[in-house]
C-alpha cells in the first residue's frame, strides 16, 4: 500500500549529479542531530544543504562550521548570528524551499512545523517527517497538499516507520488493523494518585528513548501515542476503529500490521532513531549503514505486552476522541497539549493538570469547524489562549 502522497520513485541512490541535497530544519534538537549523524555516514547519497534551529545560536554555529550548509536559519534573534543566515519563522520555510533541497527532514517540534512542511510539498519536495504536529494539526491538507503536488510524505516516526515497512507491496483492501506500540513511558505501573503529582524530573526520565522534553513529556502522558494514532490515520489512510495501541515496555517492535487473513507483521530493532530516519531518506530501498548495532534476540531477554491503562492516563483517549471528531478538534487536542506540557515544564502546571487543562480545552473549543488552514491556525491559537488564562487565573 502506498500511503497518500508517496510515490514508489527510490530518490536515495548515489546519482551522476552527486548526493541528493537535504534541508533539515530542527537541526539542533534530538532528531535533527541523529539525522547529523546519518548524514554523515553516507556521504556519497546526502548532503545537508539547509540547517535551522530555534534559539540554540552555538550549536547551530557548531554545525555550520562542520557542514558548510548553503543555507542557516535562526528563528530566535541573536546578535551574534551571521548577517547571511535567515532570521525568523520564515526562516523554516526558507529552508524548506532551497532550490538545493530535494529532502527535507521537519525535525522541529510542535506545530510551528507545519507551515514549512506544506511549502516543502507544494514545491513537490520529499518530506521525512518527525513533526508529527504537523498532521495532527492540518492532517487532510497536508495530505491533499502531497497529493496536488506530487510532494512525498515519509514518516520519520518509528511506529510509522514500522507500518510503512510492514505494508510494502500490500494493497489497502488487504489491511485489517494497525496496532501501534507505546512503551508506555516513566509511570507505566504507576497508581493514579502518584502520576497526578509526579515532577518534572520523574517524567522526564523516560525508560528507553533519548528524546527531546515536548516529547517525553508526550510519552509520560501517553499524549505521544495519541498523536501517533491521528499521524497514522492520516498517514495510511485508515480509519479510527482499526487503529489500536499496545503497551510494549521494551521498545523493540515499533509497531504491527494485522491482515485480513490473520496474518501479523512487525517491525523490530533496537531503539535508535537513526534507523527510521535512515529509512525515511531512502524508501523504498535500505542501503548499508554501520550506525546501529547487530540485531541480538538473545542479549534482549523477553518481550512483553499490556493493554493500555486508559483511566491512568486519559491523553490517549482524549487525543483520539478529537481524532474521530475532527475538523479543529485535533488542533485544539495538540495545541492546548503544547500549551500544557510548556507550562508543567516551567513548573505552573501539576503533572495531572496537563489532562484536565487539555480536557477542559477541547471541551470549550473543540467543536469548532477547521476546514481551512486559517481556520486551524486560529482555533490552535485559541487553544494556547485558553490554557494560559486557565493557568494564570489559578496561579
Ligand atoms: N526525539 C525523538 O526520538 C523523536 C521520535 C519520534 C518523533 N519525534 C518528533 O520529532 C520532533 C522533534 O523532536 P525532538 O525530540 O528532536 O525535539 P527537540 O530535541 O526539542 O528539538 C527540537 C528542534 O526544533 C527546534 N525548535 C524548537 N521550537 C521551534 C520553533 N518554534 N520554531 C523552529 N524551530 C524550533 C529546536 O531548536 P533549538 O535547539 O534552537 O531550541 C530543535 O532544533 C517532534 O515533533 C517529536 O514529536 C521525536
Redesign the pocket.
Known sequence: MTPPGMSAAPIGGASAAGPVGVALL???????TSALRVLARQPDRFVPVAL?????FA?LQEQVARFSPAYAGL?QSCPDAPAAWGRG?DC?VAAATHPEAAIVIN????A?GLPATLAALRCGKRVAL????TLVVAGGIVTDTAREHGGELVP???EHSAILQCLAGRQPHEVRRLLLTASGGPFRTWPAERIATATRSDALKHPT?Q?????TIDSATLANKALEVIEAHHLFGVPYDRIDVVVHPQSIIHSFVEFVDGSVLAQMGVPS?ELPILYALTWPERVPDSGVPSFDPVALGGLTFEAVRHEQFPMLGLGIAAGRQGGAAPAVFNAANEEAVAQFLAGHLSFGGIAERVADALQELGGSSGDTLDALLAADAAARRHVRSRIVAEL
Open positions: 530542527g537541526a539542533t534538537g534530538s532528531i535533527g535551522t534551529a530555534n534559539g540554540n550549536a528563528v519563522p523554516l525535525a522541529v517540534v510542535g510551528a518527525a513533526n508529527k504536529e520519520v516516526d518509528s528513548w528524546m527531546g522534553s515536548k516529547i532513531m
